[in-house]
């Protein structure tokens, strides 16, 4: 009997040991499971987690800062279309300034003089028996002389204005004069868009920044002073007058010699023919080449992979007014993680007269943040390259190791570029020369 109870005793306990173990287990199974957990410095990060950065200043970002709508017009060339020579017909480019307020009433202005004042006091004098009162708003430092026989009063307030050298606007409804130093233009521009980008470029080389573009009813609008009107009328002026504007398309090359020599570029001679080698021009660094058509993008690839790997490093396009300057920056046409972003190709010059012959009389300088790495003075027939080799990859290296090869160096293409502005009855559209045309243009 006892031991029939000790029997049943260990049943029992069997059972509700049977009955907690499955309990913990489908307790188990309820329980949420876990992914691995990691921890860095002292944070505990899980797929849930939301990461935490810190505050950053109030500035565009930088892929926003580069965004430009001529960056599409600078950053391509087309090789297999190429015209040296361009004929586009001449347009009217007008500078109209923005902001000038209503009208001034028509009222005469006669006998009137004024010695040494300042405008503002000069035009509360004349206008002492009007209602209209002068505003400055900001202060002007030029004091004017003069005398004024007869005139109307808006020539008249003009005129003072400009011998200040300020501007004015009118407010109707206040009957207020408003004197600035500070003017708002817009510029009407020409059709082509080689043409625009000169004068834009020319702009931005005589420090007129703050340009708005509108490449679709193609006007562009900036601000400044009197000296920025002048500066910006001057380039127009020269667009006018002089009729041609320069550019150059543009390749930047890395070359890797396959070997442990550097490039030998003697052997452009053998492979191409003196003749298609017109000068050679050294630089402080580097050396520049005046070639022939024979030499392009394509042949000069070419003649380098026989001796190197070549990487295009960056590609494009920039246009000076005839006599102006302008510039080709590296980076903006090319991958940020190059060592030669900060790169930039600077150029003047002018096509005319040079000794009897009619060349391209260029300047180019290479340059980065740190200053001038060379520069070379360029005469060159219409329709010759240049190439500039020789200036080591390791100028644009700013560690003190690097795994770049001692030899490895940049090489520049430039093709320059004419457009010829003629008047709009001799040439319809902008067309380019070739052949018999382009001939009897070099000839004139």
């Known amino acids: 009997?006892?031991?029939?109870?000790?029997k049943k005793t260990i049943v029992l306990s069997g059972v509700v040991c049977a009955m907690v173990v499955s309990g913990c287990a489908r307790k188990q199974q309820n329980m949420p499971l876990y992914d691995t957990i990691?921890?860095?410095?002292?944070?505990?990060?899980?797929?849930?987690?939301?990461?935490?950065?810190?505050?950053?200043?109030?500035l565009t970002t930088d892929t926003a800062q580069r965004f430009a709508l001529d960056l599409p017009k600078r950053c391509t060339v087309d090789w297999?279309?190429?015209?040296?020579?361009?004929?586009?017909?001449?347009?009217?480019i007008e500078i109209v300034r923005l902001n000038t307020g209503d009208e001034l009433p028509d009222l005469k202005v006669s006998d009137y003089d004024f010695k040494r004042q300042y405008?503002?006091?000069?035009?509360?004098?004349?206008?002492?028996?009007?209602?209209?009162?002068?505003?400055?708003?900001?202060?002007?430092f030029e004091k004017i002389s003069g005398t004024i026989s007869t005139s109307s009063l808006s020539d008249a307030v003009e005129l003072m204005a400009k011998m200040g050298k300020v501007y004015y606007s009118y407010d109707a409804e206040f009957g207020e004069i408003h004197l600035t130093g500070q003017g708002k233009w817009m510029i009407k521009m020409p059709k082509d868009e080689t043409i625009i980008m000169a004068i834009l470029d020319a702009m931005r080389g005589a420090d007129v920044g703050n340009l708005l573009v509108n490449w679709q009813d193609k006007t562009v609008v900036f601000e400044g002073n009197y000296q920025t009107e002048r500066e910006v009328s001057k380039i127009i002026a020269d667009v006018a007058s002089k009729k041609y504007v320069l550019a150059w398309d543009i390749d930047v090359y890395r070359v890797y010699p396959k070997t442990d020599n550097p490039i030998i570029w003697m052997n452009m001679l053998p492979a191409f023919g003196e003749s298609n080698i017109r000068m050679s021009i050294p630089g402080v660094v580097g050396r520049a080449l005046v070639v022939s058509p024979e030499i392009n993008t394509k042949t000069l690839q070419e003649f380098i992979a026989g001796q190197a790997n070549m990487v295009l490093v960056s590609q494009g396009t920039f246009a000076i007014p005839n006599g102006w300057q302008s510039r080709f920056d590296i980076g903006q046409c090319?991958?940020?993680?190059?060592?030669?972003?900060?790169?930039?190709?600077?150029?003047?010059?002018?096509?005319?007269?040079?000794g009897g012959?009619?060349?391209?009389?260029?300047?180019?300088v290479l340059s980065t943040t740190n200053g001038e790495l060379s520069s070379f003075k360029i005469p060159s027939n219409v329709g010759d390259n240049y190439v500039i080799v020789g200036i080591p990859t390791h100028s644009f290296v700013t560690t003190p190791e690097?795994?770049?090869?001692?030899?490895?160096?940049?090489?520049?293409?430039?093709?320059?570029?004419?457009?010829?502005?003629?008047?709009?009855?001799?040439?319809?559209?902008?067309?380019?020369?070739?052949?018999?045309e382009l001939r009897d243009f070099l000839n004139q």
Not at 1 to 6: E, K, Q, S, V, W
Not at 119 to 140: N, R, W, Y
Not at 339 to 354: M, P, S, V
């Open 80 to 92: 297999n279309n190429q015209s040296v020579v361009s004929v586009v017909p001449e347009e009217k």
């Open 334 to 354: 090319g991958k940020e993680d190059r060592l030669e972003t900060d790169l930039i190709i600077g150029a003047t010059g002018k096509y005319g007269d040079y």
């Open 357 to 364: 012959y009619k060349k391209i009389d260029a300047k180019i």
């Open 38 to 58: 990691d921890v860095v410095e002292n944070t505990v990060i899980d797929e849930n987690s939301v990461p935490i950065f810190p505050k950053k200043a109030a």
């Open 402 to 436: 690097t795994l770049i090869s001692p030899f490895a160096e940049l090489v520049v293409f430039m093709s320059p570029r004419l457009i010829s502005i003629v008047d709009a009855g001799d040439v319809k559209s902008a067309k380019s020369l070739s052949g018999d």
């Open 1 to 6: 009997m006892a031991l029939n109870n000790i």
């Open 119 to 140: 405008v503002k006091d000069a035009l509360e004098k004349l206008l002492e028996d009007t209602d209209i009162s002068v505003i400055e708003d900001q202060a002007t």
